[in-house]
Every structure is written in structure tokens, then in C-alpha cells.
């Protein structure tokens, strides 16, 4: 039978995939956590002259990148895992896919800063105030509600940058007042989370895992196919 998407469902099937592989995620995340923690480590420490630091930032920025993809590949091989086996290589994400990411994270962030600096320009004061709030909240409303949707087009369907844009946006059209509604508590979970490290760790992979289950869910609400469990949970 079809089904439309559901917060309720999407939050029961992402725990349910928790519990079931919650070895493998945290093992994942550990890992994740501590190369990150060097590498930053490494970044800021080490690495002190301007040439080598700025080198190192473009490396870790990289490198987040790449792990991220991984984490969020490695989730919808889990999602799958009862239609078939993977091995490790096919949780790595292909050289396309980071370079799709990363295009998107650059040309939006430096779009963002350009209309900053273009808005720092104009004249009227409560103009300035009144634009600079309207841009600052469209691009963090993009990359916390959106971008995580074009993420997941760019990893399961292989999307290009701006391909995936266009994606987001005509899969959440139809829903998007349920996905708002996952959206604030994912947002309440978060900042919850946010006091302890630990809760950071746990936390924000089970977030990851949401939003990745949330995207297939609402693949399924846009077609006539069944919502089988086995493709979900």
C-alpha cells in the first residue's frame, strides 16, 4: 500500500536502523571523531605558517567532506543491506561525488559571503539591517533544511551540484510542512545534545541517519510504489 511520509515513521525507522546496526555506526563515528580530532589538531597546531595552515585547512575541509559522504553512503548501504551485501569499498564515495559537494559548499558559502559584504555597502541603515537579516537567515535556512536533501541526491543518485539543488526542492514541494516539522526537532535534538561531547557523538550520527531515511521516504511518497519496510528501516 502507499504511504505518504510521515515524522513518526521516519523517526521510528531510523531508530529501529540504530538499534540494529548501532556497532557498526558507532565504530564509524569513533573513527570519524578522532581523525577529524587530529587533523584539526594538526591544522591549528602544528602547521603555523600561513602557506602550510592555509594547506591544511583545504585538506581538512577535504577530508570532513570525504568522511561525511562516507558516513552518509554508509548508511543507505545499511538501509539496503537486505537487498544485498556491500564490502568496504562500496561505503567510499567517488571522486564525482566529492567534487560535486564540495562545488555546491563553496558556490553557496561564497555567495553567501559575497551578498554580505555587497549588503555591508549600501547606505540606508535599516535597509542594511533589514537585508543582511533576509540573506543571513535564507542561507542558513538553505543549508540546514535543504542542503542536507541535496546532499543525500548528490550520494544515492550521484547529482551534480546544481542538479541536486533542483532535486531538494521538488522533493520536499508537496511536503514540506512535515519535513519543517522533522526539521525543528531535529533542531531541538541537536542543541540538547550540544552540552555534552558525548551527546555530540551520539547524537548528530542519529541526526544524519534521520535525515537520510527522511530522504528515501519522501522518494517513496513522490512515486507509486510501496513503502516496504525492508527499503526503510
Given at each position: 500500500m502507499y504511504h505518504e511520509f510521515s515524522v513518526v515513521e521516519t523517526l521510528k525507522g531510523s531508530w529501529s536502523l540504530l538499534k540494529k546496526n548501532f556497532v557498526i555506526i558507532l565504530v564509524f563515528?569513533?573513527?570519524?571523531?578522532?581523525?577529524?580530532?587530529?587533523?584539526?589538531?594538526?591544522?591549528?597546531?602544528?602547521?603555523?605558517?600561513?602557506?602550510?595552515?592555509?594547506?591544511?585547512?583545504?585538506?581538512?575541509?577535504?577530508?570532513i567532506s570525504f568522511i561525511f559522504l562516507a558516513f552518509n553512503r554508509l548508511i543507505f548501504r545499511l538501509l539496503d543491506k537486505g537487498l544485498y551485501e556491500f564490502e568496504f569499498r562500496d561505503v567510499l564515495p567517488s571522486?564525482?561525488?566529492?567534487?560535486?559537494?564540495?562545488?555546491?559548499?563553496?558556490?553557496?558559502?561564497?555567495?553567501?559571503?559575497?551578498?554580505?559584504?555587497?549588503i555591508e555597502n549600501v547606505d540606508n541603515e535599516l535597509a542594511q539591517t533589514v537585508l543582511g537579516i533576509l540573506?543571513?537567515?535564507?542561507?542558513?535556512?538553505?543549508?540546514?533544511?535543504?542542503?542536507?536533501?541535496?546532499?543525500?541526491?548528490?550520494v544515492d543518485d550521484s547529482s551534480g551540484p546544481?542538479?541536486?539543488?533542483?532535486?531538494?526542492?521538488s522533493l520536499i514541494k508537496g511536503?514540506?510542512?512535515?519535513?519543517?516539522?522533522?526539521?525543528?526537532?531535529?533542531?531541538?535534538?541537536?542543541?540538547?545534545?550540544?552540552?555534552?561531547?558525548?551527546?555530540?557523538?551520539?547524537?548528530v550520527p542519529f541526526v544524519d541517519?534521520?535525515?537520510?531515511?527522511?530522504?528515501?521516504?519522501?522518494?517513496?511518497?513522490?512515486?507509486?510504489?510501496d513503502d516496504d519496510v525492508s527499503e526503510t528501516v
Open positions: 563515528s569513533i573513527i570519524s571523531f578522532l581523525i577529524v580530532f587530529v587533523l584539526g589538531f594538526a591544522t591549528y597546531n602544528i602547521f603555523t605558517d600561513d602557506v602550510l595552515a592555509s594547506i591544511s585547512v583545504i585538506f581538512l575541509l577535504i577530508c571522486i564525482k561525488m566529492l567534487l560535486s559537494y564540495l562545488t555546491l559548499l563553496i558556490i553557496v558559502s561564497a555567495l553567501s559571503v559575497f551578498l554580505t559584504h555587497l540573506v543571513g537567515l535564507f542561507f542558513q535556512f538553505f543549508f540546514i533544511f535543504y542542503f542536507p536533501v541535496c546532499t543525500c541526491f548528490i546544481f542538479e541536486s539543488v533542483g532535486q531538494s526542492f511536503n514540506f510542512l512535515r519535513y519543517f516539522i522533522l526539521f525543528v526537532l531535529i533542531e531541538i535534538l541537536l542543541f540538547v545534545s550540544s552540552i555534552t561531547v558525548i551527546g555530540v557523538l551520539l547524537v541517519i534521520v535525515l537520510v531515511v527522511a530522504y528515501r521516504k519522501l522518494i517513496y511518497s513522490h512515486q507509486d510504489v
